[in-house]
């Protein structure tokens, strides 16, 4: 079964920026991939997500500082984070949908001066 991989994580500082990659082992076919997040005690969330064609959405929280790229033809997206805020922190998920595969172990950004 294709796994997610997700890198690129790490410490930062408010203001500085990271860009996450998510790998995939095998082919995608055509799906939606999407960016997650979950901070600690907190539900799962999604941040950022790119159709086959290109269209891109964002959660209101990182409009405007957080761009998605790649898409699941060249099974790798990207999630190139500015700006980021203690608020960020969180692990971060990639996934696809539809038929969601299983999680992976998602990449670590810590947002603290």
Same mark, same amino acid.
């Given at each position: 079964?294709?796994?997610?991989?997700?890198?690129?994580?790490?410490?930062?500082?408010?203001? #500085?920026? /990271?860009? +996450?990659?998510?790998?995939?082992?095998?082919? +995608?076919g +055509?799906?939606?991939?999407?960016w997650?997040?979950?901070? %600690? #005690?907190?539900?799962?969330?999604?941040?950022?997500?790119?159709?086959?064609?290109?269209?891109? =959405? @964002?959660?209101?929280?990182?409009?405007?500082?957080? =761009?998605?790229? #790649?898409?699941?033809?060249?099974? !790798?997206? @990207? +999630?190139?984070?500015?700006s /980021?805020? %203690?608020?960020? !922190?969180?692990? @971060? @998920?990639?996934?696809? /949908?539809?038929? %969601? /595969? %299983?999680?992976?172990? #998602?990449?670590?950004? !810590?947002?603290?001066?």
């Amino acid at each position: 079964q294709v796994q997610l991989v997700e890198s690129g994580g790490g410490l930062v500082q408010p203001g #500085g920026s /990271l860009r +996450l990659t998510c790998a995939a082992s095998g082919n +995608l076919g +055509l799906a939606v991939m999407v960016w997650y997040r979950q901070a %600690p #005690g907190k539900l799962r969330e999604h941040v950022a997500s790119v159709s086959p064609a290109g269209t891109t =959405t @964002y959660a209101g929280s990182v409009k405007g500082r957080f =761009t998605i790229s #790649g898409g699941s033809a060249p099974n !790798t997206v @990207y +999630l190139q984070m500015n700006s /980021l805020q %203690p608020e960020d !922190t969180a692990v @971060y @998920y990639c996934n696809k /949908l539809p038929n %969601p /595969l %299983p999680w992976g172990q #998602g990449t670590q950004v !810590t947002v603290a001066s």
